[in-house]
């Protein structure tokens, strides 16, 4: 890959209560533009240790149109708080490559 190129994660089952984790490889930086789900979800920054919310999804839908910055030390994560799985999808682009 290089500068520019597409990041994508591809769309992921999640079950209740766990999370769809945004994370570049080491020494790389991703920009995420796009976040969705069918279902109902609560967005936030994590670095490993501590969580932020920065938003809540109550029903299907996304985040778009975006800038999410991320590195492999600080993320961007989507937790399924629903009762049942759901699917969830991101992309972006890479801003740095090792």
Known sequence: MIL???YQKGVETITSGNYF???PAEDHE???HNI???GACE???YDGTNELLLDILEEAGSWSAQYFHCTNGK????KNNGVADIKIYADGV???VA
Do not use: A, F, N
């Open 43 to 45: 967005l936030y920054i």
């Open 36 to 38: 969705c789900s069918d």
């Open 94 to 96: 890479y801003t740095k």
């Open 75 to 78: 993320r961007i994560r989507v």
């Open 21 to 23: 984790d945004i994370q």
């Open 30 to 32: 991703i920009v995420i």
């Open 4 to 6: 520019g190129d597409v």
